[in-house]
């Protein structure tokens, strides 16, 4: 069997008044969809186990197999991964975004206006990054001096403290989950006596004081592009410990992603991670090239998991329109063309001889263009290929995945679900109602 994954990050929403009360899914031309879900199985699946939060750690962790509860420490930690970033057991590794806030005695003074300062550019980032850590040593040093910062992608950036010191007990916020909302009431807060939370507070405060009137900024202001007015530190964990893909399934698996964070996951599963030149995490994305590297690495491996990152990224922009055109072109570059090469491997239902295939297509979490902001909602999934048959067949949306009879509430037993049900030398259907 040759399995497919397909995530079109953030892709499920509420319905949006300027489409006339229709999800962003309902609202996109997506034929290759509407016709694998015509023939296979649409349902929900609960991603986001009760007491933690709708992220793309979390439950991009539990769609493909991994409790969360068990296995995530920290989304920091698998990004780091990524990166190639060494981490002892004691080290606390943090997720360091460059972000826009509102400048004081303005309207907006005081807000978090952008968890990505404006999509800044890899460039610029590594460039203040850098400035960023030799300021930290320069006016902190008995703060800094355990930290490495490492630039990643963009906005997304790691700092490992390897001081000793323990994060266990401070609570830190994602800047993603306070749009327009004041940031002061979100800074890392807790840990012993506050000491630790104090620490991250201070560089937070020296972090805006060096980028208030650094070069990079004050250029992309008179481009009229955001600047990155701090660095908000958050998302802190130890490195985790986590049986392989392999182990668990007996399946060589490969990722094609833009984003460190599902690079990370699939490093700690024992994954390759292929990278394609030409994808990114916006809609600036070559689908086309994604499409067809996903389509190449079918014919190497036994599971490959296609992330496309732009649905959620427009979601959290509050932009609909890219939000639907990101969702249509995953539609035309990614899904026709995976479907297509999938079923060349045949159904040995009705082949004996025919290796046989699977897809499945499904949003990490719902990501809300109204609030820009994560919902714990349990996202509709679509699965189709060998055994995989339709009852009541339906199109791939929100509402008509939650009209089904196929709900799975323990997320993680989704990958079973999908790569065993049906087959009758297996047991399958745990968490499935």
């Not at 800094?144 to 000793?164: C, E, F, K, Q």
């Not at 994954?271 to 079918?298: C, M």
Request: proline share 7%; net charge negative.
């Amino acid at each position: 069997m040759k399995y497919g994954v397909i995530i079109p990050d953030g892709a499920a929403d509420r319905p949006i008044p300027d489409l006339n009360g229709l999800t962003a899914m309902e609202a996109a031309s997506t034929p290759n969809l509407d016709r694998l879900a015509q023939a296979g199985r649409v349902g929900t699946v609960r991603t986001t186990p009760p007491g933690m939060e709708a992220g793309s750690d979390v439950c991009s962790m539990c769609l493909l197999g991994y409790d969360p509860v068990r296995w995530h420490t920290g989304r920091a930690p698998l990004e780091a991964a990524a990166l190639g970033l060494e981490a002892g057991p004691k080290d606390w590794i943090f997720r360091l975004n460059l972000v826009t806030t509102g400048l004081a005695g303005t309207e907006q003074g005081g807000l978090m206006l952008d968890h990505s300062a404006g999509h800044i550019t890899d460039g610029e980032a590594r460039s203040l990054v850098s400035d960023l850590s030799a300021y930290w040593k320069q006016h902190a040093p008995e703060l800094a001096g355990g930290m490495v910062l490492t630039p990643g992608v963009s906005y997304r950036n790691i700092l490992i403290d390897r001081s000793g010191r323990d994060f266990a007990l401070v609570k830190t916020t994602p800047p993603h989950a306070i749009p327009n909302e004041p940031w002061a009431p979100h800074l890392p807060k807790g840990g012993g006596a506050g000491k630790e939370a104090e620490v991250l507070r201070t560089l937070m405060r020296l972090s805006a004081q060096m980028l208030a009137d650094h070069p990079i900024n004050r250029a992309r202001v008179e481009a009229g592009l955001r600047p990155a007015t701090m660095a908000w530190i958050w998302g802190q964990g130890v490195k985790p410990s986590v049986p392989s893909f392999k182990e668990r399934y007996g399946l060589r698996g490969a990722m094609i992603t833009a984003v460190d964070l599902l690079a990370g996951i699939a490093t700690y599963i024992g994954w390759e991670r292929l990278k394609v030149p030409g994808i990114t995490g916006y809609h600036d994305n070559d689908y086309e090239g994604q499409g067809r590297a996903t389509i190449t690495a079918l014919d190497e491996y036994d599971i490959v998991c296609c992330h496309v990152e732009a649905p959620d990224e427009a979601s959290h922009q509050g932009d609909w329109q890219t939000k639907v055109a990101s969702i249509e072109a995953i539609d035309r570059y990614v899904v026709g063309p995976v479907a297509r090469r999938l079923e060349a491997f045949g159904d040995p239902a009705t082949d004996p001889s025919a290796e046989g295939w699977r897809l499945l297509v499904l949003p990490d979490h719902y990501t809300l263009v109204g609030t820009r902001k994560h919902d714990a909602t349990p996202p509709p999934f679509l699965m189709a290929g060998s055994w995989v048959r339709s009852v009541v067949p339906r199109r791939f949306t929100e509402a008509e995945a939650a009209q089904s009879d196929l709900h799975i509430e323990s997320g993680h037993e989704l990958m079973e679900h999908f790569l065993r049900s049906g087959l009758a030398s297996v047991k399958s259907g745990r968490g499935v109602r």
